[in-house]
């Protein structure tokens, strides 16, 4: 996979328009770019990160295939602990902090359940490695360190920075050995690390991951049904039309089902779930 490859949005069904704009506006920072009846698009600066979709009926199902989380990466630690300190001060639920040693994370989920990361990531330099190999904890985060980040600096709330992103994706999936086939043989991500024979993390460009695929779900967990709540696709953005040609080219290679157009391939994993990948500026 060519190593500028990056995620670039994240897509969902929700249950509630107006209610999900509401939360990623004020509780996390976002700022809609768009919106009709049905759908909002959202980012942080220009782009467009994530796409909203509301259908009343979706209906909520656990125990498939489908987002584990979605990591919004913003670009520095005094970032992390002014969206910590909102936060707090909108009395949100969270569901976990933790040290990665890549990265400080904040863990939550929106009002239909689906799962948010925010965190930021450590200098390269900085990531720890044991055997030549990166190695990723889980240690706990110094909640009281990150938010002394705010002292002394001007910390009324403006929302997202400028500069930040969709860092990584996070999957359910069916079975570890069929993902890794697709995702690391035929697209060609490199596998960063392995952890308890029950999740794979993976990347290009030597990042400590963009994508995290698990079974805790279930191994031969089932795809969710049409149009449930969750995730609808994810897009992986590379830097040309060369780089696409070339992730094309392997999935016919591997006879992988694939929806070809100009800018874009819409392609399934083993798991069902839908990426889309994209060359377009």
């Known amino acids: 996979m060519h190593p500028a490859t990056a995620i670039e949005s994240?897509?969902?069904?929700?249950s509630d328009l107006d209610r999900s704009v509401r939360f990623?506006?004020?509780?996390?920072?976002?700022t809609t770019h768009r919106r009709d009846?049905?759908?909002?698009?959202?980012?942080?600066?220009?782009?467009?990160?994530?796409?909203?979709?509301a259908d009343a009926r979706a209906p909520r199902v656990r125990g498939t295939t489908g987002l584990y989380h979605f990591?919004?990466?913003?670009?520095?630690?005094?970032?992390l602990a002014r969206s910590l300190q909102r936060l707090v001060e909108t009395d949100t639920v969270m569901q976990g902090f933790a040290d990665h040693g890549v990265s400080e994370?904040?863990?939550?989920?929106?009002?239909?359940?689906?799962?948010?990361e925010i965190y930021r990531d450590r200098p390269r330099t900085d990531w720890p490695l044991a055997g030549g190999h990166l190695r990723m904890g889980t240690d706990p985060l110094d909640v009281d360190d990150l938010l002394r980040e705010n002292q002394g600096v001007h910390n009324s709330w403006t929302g997202l920075a400028e500069g930040t992103r969709?860092?990584?994706?996070?999957?359910?999936?069916?079975?570890?050995?069929?993902?890794?086939?697709?995702?690391?043989?035929?697209?060609?991500?490199?596998?960063?690390?392995?952890y308890a024979r029950t999740a794979l993390f993976i990347a290009a460009g030597?990042?400590?991951?963009?994508?995290?695929?698990?079974?805790?779900?279930?191994v031969g967990a089932p795809p969710p049904p049409a149009g449930a709540i969750g995730l609808r696709h994810v897009?992986?953005?590379?830097?040309?039309?060369?780089?696409?040609?070339?992730v094309e080219q392997r999935l016919r290679a591997a006879d992988v089902a694939v929806d070809a157009a100009n800018t874009h391939l819409r392609v399934h994993d083993p798991a069902q779930n839908l990426i889309l990948l994209t060359s377009r500026p």
């Open 10 to 14: 994240v897509h969902l069904t929700i």
């Open 24 to 30: 990623y506006e004020t509780q996390l920072g976002f």
């Open 37 to 53: 009846d049905r759908t909002a698009w959202l980012g942080a600066g220009r782009d467009d990160l994530l796409v909203l979709t």
């Open 71 to 79: 990591a919004v990466l913003v670009p520095s630690r005094v970032e």
């Open 105 to 116: 994370a904040l863990y939550l989920a929106d009002p239909d359940g689906n799962g948010i």
């Open 166 to 194: 969709i860092g990584h994706v996070h999957l359910h999936v069916s079975r570890l050995p069929e993902a890794e086939r697709f995702y690391v043989d035929v697209l060609g991500f490199d596998v960063m690390q392995r």
């Open 206 to 218: 030597g990042y400590h991951h963009h994508i995290g695929l698990n079974t805790w779900a279930g």
């Open 235 to 246: 897009v992986v953005r590379l830097p040309n039309e060369a780089a696409l040609r070339e």
